[in-house]
């Protein structure tokens, strides 16, 4: 039975491409309510992989995903539920492009969830302040700078009342002037205590608000440490040569 605080848990998680590149091997995390969990690692080496599968983006072949005790991969999961209830941050945005900003907020909420337009509506407009993006709820997308978009996406997905949020590599599109406006909103979601789980290379946002640091290499979770242990004293050689060359 898992930890009544566990959100997130990943028991012995097995994945393959096709018949025979296995991406991910014998993965187990359990990341607790609250917790901020960031996964580092070479390119190539499964984050992206690893993140999808606990949305259930993609399928996995052994072991078990589980959300809040709800297991992922059980056919009876409604999926459209779950996604919502853990939110997804992508390195590309991923708004549709034909809706404002304030339809991109209130669809989800509507089509998923129920709420009725007027609803969602203060919820979003709620959320648009909060991401500091109100005079934007009128344009759509592509008029936005990258930041922009990217605060509207996670915007939109906190719109939902995630149990859980994701990001893949939140700000590696990012021109490096909008990298801190992305980050500080995170940051801010830390410190509401929400449970995260992000794939980043930012390093320093690793250091500051991070509660353990997941390295992945070649499909394996090689080494799991608290933030100081991880990056003054990592424990393998893998993430000692990893961390050689980004820091
Ligand atoms: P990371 O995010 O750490 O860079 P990914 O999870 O994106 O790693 O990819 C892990 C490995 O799986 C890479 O070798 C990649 O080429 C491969 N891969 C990713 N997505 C697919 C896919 N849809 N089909 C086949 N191989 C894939
Ligand atoms: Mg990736």
């Known amino acids: ?57 993609e399928p996995i072949q052994q072991g078990r995903i589980s959300v809040t005790g709800v297991e992922v991969s059980a ?17 590309s945005f991923e ?13 989800g909420q509507r089509k998923v969830l129920g709420r009725s337009t007027a609803e969602a509506i203060v919820k979003a407009e709620a959320l648009l302040e909060r991401v500091g993006l109100t005079a934007q709820a009128s344009k759509y997308p592509g008029q936005l700078s990258g930041g922009q978009q990217q605060r509207v996406a996670i915007a939109r997905a906190l ?17 490096p002037e909008m990298i801190n406006e992305v980050l500080d909103v995170m940051v801010a979601l830390t410190r509401e205590g929400m449970t995260m789980m992000v ?38 050689n893998r993430a000692k040569a990893f961390l050689s060359k980004i820091l």
Request: aromatic share 8%.
């Open 1 to 57: 039975m898992p930890h009544p605080e566990t959100v997130i848990a990943l028991h012995d998680v097995s994945k393959w491409y096709g018949p025979s590149f296995q991406v991910l091997k014998n993965c187990s995390l359990t990341v607790a309510k609250g917790e901020v969990v960031v996964i580092c690692g070479p390119s190539g080496s499964g984050k992206s992989t690893l993140v999808k599968c606990v949305n259930a983006l």
């Open 75 to 91: 056919a009876k999961t409604n999926l459209p539920k779950l996604r919502a209830r853990v939110g997804m941050v992508f390195q």
């Open 199 to 236: 794939v980043t290379h930012e390093m320093g946002f690793a250091r500051k608000v991070a509660d353990r640091i997941v390295f992945m290499d070649e499909g394996e979770i090689v080494e799991v440490g608290e933030r100081g242990t991880f990056f003054d004293n990592p424990q393998t």
């Open 95 to 107: 708004l549709f492009p034909h809706m404002t900003i304030l339809e991109n907020l209130c669809i």
């Open 159 to 175: 719109a939902m009342d995630p149990v859980a949020m994701l990001f893949d590599e939140p700000t590696s599109a990012l021109d």
